[in-house]
């Protein structure tokens, strides 16, 4: 069952830009985890960020958790060509059961 | 790059054919997963072995069967599957199935079911 809805569907922007995207929830979880995957590949690990935590960095990655409103964002920042990708967010729900949400297409332009 | 090996990349089956896709891995996890997605959705959990064990089946049709042999090898063995099973099947791994362990996958299984 799908747990999460991200937001926009699709994105597109220039090299240099930032991206931002959005994730929202149903329940509780221990933790979110972002994921990016290129066409047709499998999915390469960016972030994990725990309830109780409420920001994280990693690079040019910005992840916030917001439990209260059960959301999250992912920002990009100076993005390049190779941040090209789908950008899954998942959650958490216990025993390591990954539910994940419906991902969001970054097209980044050179 | 990943570390968890799927073989093979492709594969084309009819629907009375068994097949075996497998995976590896060798960072001394203890937890292994199945996955599936279709074109353009999200990956949906299919199984979670924990220390060899089957801890976590979600409703799979038993033409999928799943084997865990030792701690770094899982197998998907496809019996008589159906058009509608062609999908990505992406292996992943953990150091344990509890929660705030990351997750690594593969670069999964292109399956074809003809």
């Known amino acids: 069952s799908q747990q999460g809805e991200e937001d926009p569907q699709a994105l597109s922007i220039q090299e240099g830009e930032n991206a931002t995207m959005n994730c929202s929830y149903k329940t509780s979880i221990n933790n979110l985890q972002w994921y990016r995957q290129n066409s047709g590949r499998g999915l390469v690990h960016l972030i994990l960020?725990?309830?109780?935590?409420r920001e994280k960095h990693s690079g040019r990655l910005r992840v916030t958790l917001d439990t209260s409103k059960k959301s999250s964002s992912l920002l990009i920042t100076a993005s390049r060509a190779a941040d090209t990708a789908s950008y899954f967010c998942a959650t958490d729900v216990g025993f390591q059961k990954l539910v994940f949400g419906t991902g969001t297409r970054l097209l980044v332009s050179p | 790059d990943t570390e968890v090996t799927q073989t093979p990349k492709h594969l084309v089956m009819g629907m009375t054919n068994k097949k075996s896709l497998k995976c590896e891995q060798h960072?001394?996890?203890?937890?292994m997963y199945w996955y599936k997605q279709k074109a353009k959705k999200p990956p949906e959990l299919m199984f979670v072995?924990?220390?060899?064990?089957?801890?976590i089946n979600e409703s799979v049709p038993s033409r999928f069967s799943p084997e865990c042999p030792n701690s770094s090898l899982l197998n998907l063995h496809l019996h008589a599957l159906q058009p509608e099973d062609s999908a990505l099947y992406l292996c992943?791994?953990?150091?344990?199935?509890?929660?705030?362990?990351?997750?690594?996958f593969g670069e999964g299984s292109w399956l074809t079911v003809v």
């Open positions: 992943a791994s953990s150091q344990e199935a509890d929660s705030g362990n990351t997750i690594y």
């Open positions: 072995y924990s220390y060899e064990k089957l801890s």
């Open positions: 960020i725990r309830s109780n935590e």
């Open positions: 960072m001394g996890h203890r937890a």
